[in-house]
């Protein structure tokens, strides 16, 4: 049982990677699925056909999610999603709890959502993950904006996306330095309305030194 009491209006980093390291990725339906399970789980809104979204998203790069359902999880959302970076074997997210245990519920939703998927798909059993997740509270906002930097830095970890970060799909990155891809389902404005414009935070992001504040690796 998780002992990490989360509180309503406070902001939370969230990561978790596959256990013994392994890739939790395998294709791109497996990305995709995972982004669709992060954006839309913030509410109790269910799905019945998740596949139908990710092969419409995998064929023309959009979730063909109704504005009345998008509208329905952005009413009752019990969390909501500052930013995000899905890595082959981990992710990264800093989430506001909205409702009392948000995240708790939502986190629960996306880890078992996507290891049954993950496992009936490569016929295994088992754990996907390394544990439930971990949590850390944002305790100010320098952890905050820091955070958000680090979070963004990470696809540096890949080769081929180092000093190429912006332009790293699975992360939030994009959506913080040119549009919004997602809307109202990812609120980044705690961030961005803390700089005179979107170049002012690529520049932050490139120079912040976030594993000296946040102690992380």
């Given amino acids: ?27 791109k339906r497996d990305w995709v699925r995972f982004l669709f399970l992060i954006l839309h789980f913030q509410s109790p809104v269910i799905f019945e056909n998740i596949n139908y979204n990710i092969s419409n998203f995998t064929e023309h790069s959009m979730f063909n999610i109704s504005k009345k359902t998008l509208k329905k999880i952005t009413e009752n959302r019990t969390v909501e999603l500052v930013n995000f970076t899905n890595m082959p074997n981990h992710f990264h997210m800093t989430v506001k709890e909205v409702e009392e245990n948000g995240i708790s519920s939502y986190m629960q939703r996306i880890q078992n959502s996507y290891t049954k998927y993950f496992n009936i798909k490569n016929k295994k059993s088992g754990h ?17 904006l820091h955070l958000s930097a680090y979070i963004h830095r990470n696809p540096r970890e890949i080769k081929q996306w180092k000093n190429k970060e912006e332009k790293y799909f699975w992360s939030s990155y ?41 102690g992380e690796n």
């Fill in 1 to 27: 049982m998780r002992k990490f009491k989360t509180i309503p209006g406070e902001y939370y980093h969230i990561y978790n990677r596959g256990n013994n390291k392994q890739n939790i990725f395998e294709n």
């Fill in 128 to 144: 996907l993950f390394q544990g439930p997740y971990n949590i850390v509270h944002v305790k100010n906002n320098e952890q905050l």
């Fill in 174 to 214: 994009q959506d913080y330095i040119n549009k919004n891809r997602w809307g109202e389902l990812l609120k980044p404005r705690i961030i961005l309305d803390q700089f005179s414009d979107k170049r002012e935070f690529k520049n932050f992001v490139d120079t912040s030194g976030t594993k000296i504040l946040l």
